[in-house]
């Protein structure tokens, strides 16, 4: 891929996401035609609302999609320019049409059809989830976010968001099946429940996993599910076990002294990664995988990412995580996606039979 002029197998994907509380665009240019994916992520805009829900203990519907309103078009605009080309470069425009909050999803989706209208262009309706799925297949290198090198087949992918933990197995690079996913809560639920209850801001994660890191586990909380001989998860049974340590300690814990939130938070997260492990490796081991991905918000985490590095090594199989600013929410991660069902030929649509679907699940 030569930088400047686009090769004749290349294309130029501009993506939308505003599924949850990030306003985000991105822009790829990849070869549809390469043996495998080659692409660069020209631009990765991220507007976060993070800051407008804290106060509120968590993400407000109505106020995303207010805020997503605000934001699209700058972030749009920030995205091309950032990545050099102009709308009359982009071959298809990318959005993520669910899962998601449907007053955030609409903006998305409404907005994308409005400029494929007007510059007729054709969309690629994109699902949030397998926007985490193949965020793996990026990395940093040289100061560029692109396609990692080579992945080996069969891969299993834990996929860790606020909204969804689900074990995939991929057999090759656009095959693949939801092998495990969880009861309750998802993990990046938990952090965020845990934080809440210990009376600290939304998200939960980023405070939680600093907290832990100067924590002891001394508290035994339940590991939910690990001896289950499948690769599902439960995490809504652990949140209500720290609730129970913190309601049966009463006056004799003081939950804002720095000491007891971290170990705390250490000893849970102890019991999320173990869980979390755990069941990956039942899974990498089962089918035999060459290859293990971590991707979703949760992925964020350190020590997840450690744990997961040492117990890939262990086993001999490779072991593959996103740059962070491809993690937590991002349209970079949906352009991928958009981009990798397009080499596969699925289809890309007319604006209007676009639409926005919250509950749209992948299997
Ligand atoms: O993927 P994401 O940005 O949004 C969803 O699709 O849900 O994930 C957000 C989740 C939140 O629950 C947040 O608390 C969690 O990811 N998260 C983390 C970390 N950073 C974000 N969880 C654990 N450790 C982190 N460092
Ligand atoms: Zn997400």
Redo the contacts with the bound molecule.
Sequence with gaps: MKSGKLDKDEKVILAIET??D?TAAAVLRGDLKSKSPKFEILSNVIRSQIKEHAKWGGVVPELAARLHIESISPVVQKALKDSSLNLEEVNAIAVTSGP?LIGSLLVGVEFAKGLAFSTKKLIFPTN?MEG?LYSALGEKADGKLRSIKQISYPLISLV?????TMVVLMESENRYKVIGSTVDD????A??KV?KLMGLP?????I??KLAAEGEPSIDFPRPMIDKNNFDFSFSGLKTAVRYYIENKGQRLDIRKRKIQQDIARSFEEAVVEVLITKTMRAAKKYKAKTISLT???S???R?REAFALESKKNKISFIVPPMEL???NAGMIAIAAYINLRAGKKIKKPEFVKADSSWEIS
């Design positions: 599924s949850c990030e998601g949030h985490h860790v968001s606020g909204g969804h998802a993990a990046g639920e952090y965020d934080s939304y998200p939960g994660g980023p939680i996993s979703g918000g949760v964020a985490n350190i997840l993690c937590t929410d």
